[in-house]
């Protein structure tokens, strides 16, 4: 079985190795990492809920996808790669800010990333890949803040911290018609 590798990075994002991606998240090591939100022409959200055998996070709900690039490789073009890889699709990606996060989990790993957050916009079929994905469902982003606050434990760690930011661009981003959504 071959070992994902994951770039190690400082707090400017720059390089300063690689490791093996279990290695890092038992050490709690900075590496980079993405993660794409995908909408509807409506302006809802693509959220995924992650299979029950992930490393960490079984079966919590959280953006549309989420990994980290291999050493060499672009951080949108695997944010692409990983999009298709997951939920079968391919639409155009474009990144809207970055932050930095650690969180700790139960397990003993822990995930201290560098994100890279990129957003897009599909309104095809979505081919979902069951060893990555239970489930996927498009939810309005004022539904979405509610149910973060009313059901904080059903959403991942980086979710809770990417949101507040997302909402702000999409408000940005979206303005309500009565008729639905337009992209202004």
């Known amino acids: 079985m071959e070992l994902t590798q994951v770039i190690l990075v400082d707090v400017n994002d720059r390089p300063v190795g690689s490791m093996e991606k279990m290695q890092a998240h038992e050490q709690g090591l900075l590496h980079r990492a993405f993660s794409v939100f995908i909408f509807n022409g409506k302006g809802e959200m693509l959220l995924q809920q992650r299979t029950l055998s992930k490393y960490h996070s079984g079966g919590?709900?959280?953006?549309?996808?989420?990994?980290?690039?291999?050493?060499?490789?672009?951080?949108?073009?695997?944010?692409?790669?990983?999009?298709?890889?997951?939920?079968?699709?391919?639409?155009?990606?474009?990144?809207?800010?970055?932050?930095v996060y650690k969180a700790d989990f139960d397990n003993g790993l822990t995930e201290h990333e560098f994100d890279h957050v990129f957003t897009g916009e599909y309104e095809g079929e979505i081919l979902l890949n069951k060893e990555e994905a239970m489930d996927v469902c498009?939810?309005?982003?004022?539904?979405?803040?509610?149910?973060?606050?009313?059901?904080?434990?059903?959403?991942?760690?980086?979710?809770?911290?990417?949101f507040p930011k997302i909402e702000t661009w999409w408000k940005l981003r979206y303005k309500h018609k009565p008729d639905g959504y337009r992209v202004i």
């Open 138 to 162: 498009y939810k309005d982003v004022q539904e979405i803040k509610h149910l973060l606050q009313e059901y904080p434990k059903e959403y991942t760690a980086w979710f809770h911290l990417a």
């Open 60 to 99: 919590l709900w959280t953006n549309a996808c989420c990994s980290h690039p291999f050493p060499d490789e672009e951080t949108a073009e695997a944010a692409r790669r990983r999009l298709k890889e997951e939920l079968g699709f391919e639409t155009p990606i474009e990144k809207v800010f970055d932050f």
